[in-house]
């Protein structure tokens, strides 16, 4: 079970990522059909390369209405079956992260299918700021997680009481 | 046109009518001229009279981007604005990375020309295909930020790319610059201004195609080497990345080579309080690239909490509290150094300022230190200047930049630029550039290269059309004394050749801390399918610098600008390493006119440009 580590500390913001990504994607540079986006917050100084996580519980997978979403064996990776897929976009809604995409050129969803195991954007940061990571989907993520959750809670406890 | 690389594009506005107009790219020009620079020059030379006015209509305002602009070759971001500058009366080519460039190519374009000039403000929109003029009423006076803001949320969409001018280039502040991604410049000799003058607030893209190259093979076995060689040498895998261009701060000092105090010392006695060193330990938030950059010299920084109370201006951005890109090495030598102010707060809000109301750093601050200068003298008194100004003054500083951008008060005369101010108040020997151009950063006196570099640039003094620097302080590619003139002819040709070359490619100059044209010229032949040599591209750059050059004498120009400041020339160094010296420009300029394979008065011979095929 594979994912893509993501260190937001050690991005500069240069979106090798996203050409490697649409370089495997379409033999030509295109940021705009990559699956790996790099958001800039420029007043915070921060930089956050995101893709898809590779949910346990996928919720892309599960909106789908043809079953055109299937686990890769080796990888773990969600991927998409682009015979199958009618490119209706449920699962583009359904992603909570936003890191499904509806591909306009070839009229099916795209997400990260984490390249078979050799992430082409982890080679091309120049930072290290993509690793590949084994284990649980999410577990990097989850203090974040946690702390979403927490502040949820607390929301909804507080509205209740 | 070829496989890839090139886009094969141009995308022609006429303000004017309104009227967009798309033409198929040159094939045999973007060949010989490569891109960028070289092509947009080409433009000019086939198009446009060089006697124009900078602000009449028939003074185009071309962006060409390169061949590798936006592929996946390290430092592919870069894009040219090429036109009549203003400050200059030059052919002016001002270069900016951030991801402006890469999207004009993602959204089908190598070439913006845009000709004319509205009757009203307009901003144009490039979504793809999609290309129209919109009403700029509501963003007239904004400054460059809030601009960017609110067409982000007027197009909808986020990640497009906008490259506008602020108050600066609206009230045609001769050195107004064109800001892109809020933060990166087409900086030098008032591109910004000539904006302005066309009544176009800004150029919002978003490109959603291809870069197509023509051997992807090859490609990717190119950009890894070139990568590779980025990655360990010394100065672009350490230096830039850890300290930015800020790492000169203190190697320029203590070489005696850092203006101080409008070139009347070349030591500043508090150089490392405006280091990169000092940046980092106390200010730096992060490292940021270009788009496709592996180098990452780019700064983000905090004014500290302690600034953002002392140096608060009347407009926006009000006590800035965020991170801001900045400042460069340039820009903190001409805001501290020039002017004496050893205070990065000051220095980080005038940067910002500079960034917000689009001007550029280097000429300002350089303007400002001339001020100074006079101020100290007793020419210009508190009376004329509505406030003190002496060297050191951060308040000052910070004020009178904000004024410059709106032309107010002493801001208006400020806003023409060190030489015409120094003529205004009867002191034209407070000048300190070339051209009408302010020097950056580097003492000629000191450095006997970069004073031919200077007095010989075709954009006014510049330090990026031959960078010496490398050779006379860092000792790349090879050491050479900086006080000895020997050689230095040649070394200057040989870098305009190549830095020129570089810039039509797309990439950046900064690469050549690293990479030689060996690393480049298989990115280049892989993308575009041309078997491009390293002698073809050193003739490729020296084709544009002779045609940049002959399109500046028929401008009027003439050779006898080749020259520096009696300050220079005649004012020997006072103090520190390099105390005693001037700069022996006579002795270097004839020999570089030979160099170049000009006649003795410094003009290209007609075999010259026929053997380069100009004509």
């Not at chain 2, 330990?281 to 004014?303: Q, Y």
């Not at chain 2, 401008?555 to 400041?565: M, Q, S």
């Amino acid at each position: 079970m594979q994912t893509l580590e993501i260190h937001p500390e050690k991005c500069t913001g240069c979106r090798q990522c996203e050409l490697a990504c649409s370089w495997v994607q379409t033999g030509s540079f295109q940021p705009s059909r990559s699956v790996i986006r790099v958001h800039v917050f420029d007043e915070q100084a921060s930089f956050a390369p995101y893709a898809c996580f590779q949910c346990d519980e996928a919720w892309c997978m599960q909106a789908c209405p043809v079953n055109a979403i299937d686990v890769d064996e080796e990888t773990g990776a969600k991927i998409v079956l682009d015979p199958v897929c009618v490119g209706c976009k449920l699962c583009v809604i359904a992603c909570p992260f936003g890191t499904i995409f509806f591909d306009k050129a070839e009229e099916v969803a795209t997400k990260c299918d984490l390249c078979a195991g050799d992430p082409a954007c982890v080679h091309a940061c120049p930072t290290a700021a993509i690793t590949v990571g084994e284990g649980r989907a999410g577990g990097w993520l989850a203090p974040f997680g946690e702390k979403v959750d927490g502040e949820y809670r607390r929301a909804t406890d507080g509205g209740a009481s | 046109m070829t496989a890839g690389g090139w886009i094969g594009s141009v995308l022609r506005v006429d303000l004017s009518s309104g009227e967009i107009g798309r033409e198929p790219l040159h094939g045999d020009h973007a060949r010989d001229y490569v891109g960028g620079r070289g092509i947009a020059a080409r433009f000019m030379w086939d198009e446009v009279e060089p006697t124009v006015d900078p602000f009449a209509p028939e003074n185009p305002l071309i962006f060409a981007t390169g061949p590798l602009t936006g592929t996946n070759a390290s430092c592919g971001a870069r894009y040219m604005v090429v036109t009549k500058g203003p400050l200059t009366g030059c052919l002016t080519t001002s270069n900016s990375g951030g991801r402006w460039g890469p999207e004009l190519k993602f959204a089908g374009y190598d070439v913006l020309i845009l000709e004319g000039r509205a009757e009203k403000p307009v901003w144009l929109w490039i979504l793809d295909d999609r290309v129209e003029l919109r009403s700029a009423e509501h963003l007239w006076g904004k400054g460059v930020f809030e601009t960017e803001d609110i067409l982000r949320r007027e197009t909808g969409i986020p990640d497009c790319s906008i490259a506008s001018i602020g108050p600066g280039g609206e009230n045609r502040v001769l050195y107004a610059a064109i800001l892109n991604d809020k933060f990166r410049a087409a900086g030098r000799s008032g591109v910004g201004a000539v904006m302005g003058s066309k009544n176009l607030k800004a150029i919002c893209v978003r490109g959603t195609g291809a870069v197509p190259v023509a051997d992807p093979r090859a490609m990717m076995a190119a950009q890894w080497e070139q990568k590779e060689v980025l990655s360990k040498a010394p100065l672009t895998s350490e230096g830039l990345p850890a300290y930015g261009t800020l790492a000169l701060m203190n190697v320029i000092n203590e070489h005696g080579a850092l203006p101080t105090r409008n070139y009347q010392q070349a030591q500043f006695e508090h150089a490392e309080n405006i280091s990169g060193e000092e940046l980092a330990e106390t200010r730096l938030a992060a490292n940021k690239a270009c788009f496709a950059c592996t180098i990452a010299c780019g700064r983000v920084s905090r004014i500290s909490d302690e600034g953002v109370e002392r140096y608060t201006v009347r407009t926006s951005p009000r006590n800035w509290k965020h991170a801001t890109e900045g400042p460069e090495y340039e820009n903190a030598w001409s805001l501290g150094a020039d002017c004496g102010i050893d205070d990065l707060d000051a220095i980080l809000k005038a940067n910002l300022l500079c960034n917000d109301l689009g001007l550029d750093p280097i000429s300002l601050g350089a303007t400002i230190a001339a001020a100074m200068e006079l101020f100290e003298k007793g020419v210009l008194s508190e009376e004329q200047t509505g406030m003190p100004m002496p060297f050191g003054d951060g308040e000052a500083l910070v004020a009178l930049t904000e004024a410059t951008g709106f032309r107010r008060g002493f801001g208006d005369d400020l806003a023409e630029g060190s030489k015409r101010l120094g003529e205004k108040y009867g002191h034209p020997e407070v000048f300190m550039g070339v051209k009408g151009q302010e020097f950056p950063a580097y003492d000629p006196r000191a450095l006997q290269g970069m004073g031919l570099g200077y007095a010989t640039s075709n954009r006014g003094a510049c330090h990026l059309r031959a960078y010496t620097v490398s050779a006379e302080v860092v000792g790349e590619p090879e050491p050479m004394d900086p006080r000895a003139t020997d050689g230095k002819a040649q070394l200057t040709v040989d870098m305009q050749n190549i830095s020129t070359a570089v810039d039509a490619t797309g990439l950046c100059v900064f690469l050549t801390f690293g990479n030689t044209l060996s690393d480049l010229t298989p990115l280049l032949a892989a993308a575009t399918g041309i078997a491009y040599t390293d002698d073809d591209l050193v003739l490729a750059g020296e084709r544009i610098w002779n045609l940049e050059r002959e399109w500046n004498l028929r401008a009027g120009v003439d050779p006898g600008e080749d020259k520096l400041p009696r300050r220079m020339l005649e004012e020997p160094i006072p103090s520190g390493p390099a105390a005693g010296e001037v700069n022996k420009l006579a002795v270097m300029l004839p020999e570089y006119y030979r160099a170049r394979g000009w006649t003795d008065d410094g003009r290209p011979t007609r075999d010259k440009l026929a053997e380069l095929g100009i004509g």
